[in-house]
């Protein structure tokens, strides 16, 4: 079969903008469950501070340390200092009222990017890129309103040369995942109320690169963690990268629960003025649930999504991977994906507040046409050295299936199954702004003509 010039099969995958975590009724039953002191009032960074320092936790109006990336970060919730090895980060010492917030916060985080195929069948070029992300928040009270308001602007710029789609399907660098023929900058900008119960609603353009930093255990965004797309941010085919919406989070003593509604188009270099829901209506809803096991912090969850969409997410796909106009497939109405993950925390450090190790994992599937991926599922284990707890070790196996029915369509012009990996990092935390990752990843292609192939690359991240 003749095959298509490998650089047409750079897959853009839409993110997963919301990874959950996933807990079995069996689980709950042998769990105990976290005390009512540690509340998910301010996030589950606060039920970790508890287990580690043995302390009440401390809630921030103003924080925003989500460990289930169902919600729009903002500069403030981020470290001014580098990204820690964990995206957990708690006080070493007692409880304290927490600082007033500054009238604007910002942050910026800069990475840059070597890698080289050394195996398979892909050309063994060098390459490099890079990233910036800036975060800005702007407090209300800046504004002439209180500071249960906060005012968001995230612009990001790529540049260079990326591996992604050389060896897989799934983008192989995060940070520099991008739809096809898209441009170098973009700019979200959103708007966000909190109540004093916890409750906080987000409305505008985000960007949900940021969101899976917040994860305990597996937590990368790019610059930090795991860099394939599959681990990283792993993609649902229905939730795109960049979203135009209104998210939702409400908090209880007990769970966390959240509803996204948002335009199901990617609105990466959009205002989200310009589609205006022409695909339809997406939505989110997710219930996660903090749970010690064996006296470890845990956080499980089930995730719900879907769209009423009746074609594919083409904005999210290659070209080569798009059905001819007439095909059989992305002409049903409505998606609907399900996700159950797990993040249990398997050793803390006391001296080290925030550090530890643990394992993670997710499974998905969804009904299919017009979701161009049916199934997905990773396990990996991820954490600190206790020796050298600012390092940050990482491995993970996941597995990713295309929709048999467009798998079929393709056949005539592609031969597709299923995409396996590994992915291997470890992070050097050289000094307080710094860190420099090696990663490598052995990818068997969802591209059937193509050879399994090794991937290694370096990462110099600095944040200030």
């Known amino acids: 079969m003749r095959v298509a010039p490998k650089s047409s099969y750079k897959l853009q995958f839409a993110r997963l903008a919301a990874i959950t975590a996933a807990m079995s009724a069996a689980l709950l039953a042998a769990a105990q469950p976290v005390a009512a002191e540690t509340t998910l009032q301010d996030e589950f960074d606060a039920v970790f501070a508890a287990a580690v320092a043995g302390a009440p936790a401390t809630h921030s109006a103003q924080d925003n ?69 800036a975060y800005i ?65 987000t409305v505008g353009k985000v960007n949900v690169l940021d969101l899976g930093g917040k994860l305990p255990v597996v937590g990368s965004n790019g610059h930090y963690g795991f860099q394939n797309l599959s681990v990283a941010l792993p993609p649902s085919a229905i939730i795109a990268n960049t979203l135009t919406g209104a998210l939702l989070e409400v908090p209880t003593d007990n769970a966390l629960y959240r509803l996204w509604v948002y335009d199901p188009d990617s609105q990466f270099e959009r205002t989200g003025f310009e589609t205006a829901f022409g695909s339809g209506v ?48 992305g002409n049903s109405r409505g998606e609907f994906a399900a996700v159950f993950a797990g993040y249990q925390f398997l050793g803390v450090y006391p001296e080290a507040p925030g550090k530890g190790w643990g394992i993670f994992g997710q499974v998905y599937g969804s009904l299919g046409d017009p979701t161009f991926l049916d199934y997905s599922g990773f396990i990996g284990v991820s954490g600190n050295p206790r020796g050298r707890p600012q390092d940050r070790f990482g491995a993970a196996v996941f597995q990713y299936s295309l929709t048999d029915e467009l798998v079929s369509v393709l056949a005539t012009r592609l031969g597709l199954e299923d995409e396996r990996g590994v992915e291997l990092f470890y992070t050097v935390g050289v000094a307080d702004k710094f860190e420099v990752t090696a990663n490598a990843q052995l990818i068997d292609s969802a591209v059937a003509a193509r050879d399994t192939g090794v991937l290694l690359g370096m990462r110099l991240n600095a944040t200030f």
């Open 65 to 133: 340390a989500s460990v289930d990336v169902g919600t729009a970060p903002t500069a403030a919730s981020q470290n001014t200092a580098a990204p820690a090895p964990l995206p957990v980060l708690v006080p070493v010492a007692a409880p304290q009222a927490p600082p007033p917030s500054k009238p604007v916060e910002a942050k910026l985080s800069i990475s840059q990017f070597v890698d080289v195929p050394v195996a398979g069948d892909a050309p063994g070029t060098f390459r490099y890129s890079g990233r910036a992300d």
């Open 137 to 201: 928040d702007v407090q209300g009270s800046t504004l002439g309103l209180d500071d249960s308001w906060t005012f968001t602007l995230r612009p990001e710029f790529t540049w260079g040369k990326d591996s992604n789609g050389v060896i897989g399907l799934i983008p192989s660098n995060t940070a520099l995942f991008r739809g096809e023929g898209a441009g170098d900058f973009d700019l979200s900008a959103s708007v966000s109320k909190r109540w004093k119960s916890g409750t906080k609603l």
């Open 282 to 329: 997406g939505f989110l809803g997710s219930v996660t649930v903090p749970v010690k096991i064996g006296g470890k912090p845990g956080y499980y969850a089930l995730k719900l999504s879907g769209s009423t969409r009746n074609d594919i997410n083409a904005d999210s796909l290659p070209a080569a991977l798009i059905p001819a106009p007439g095909s059989s497939f």
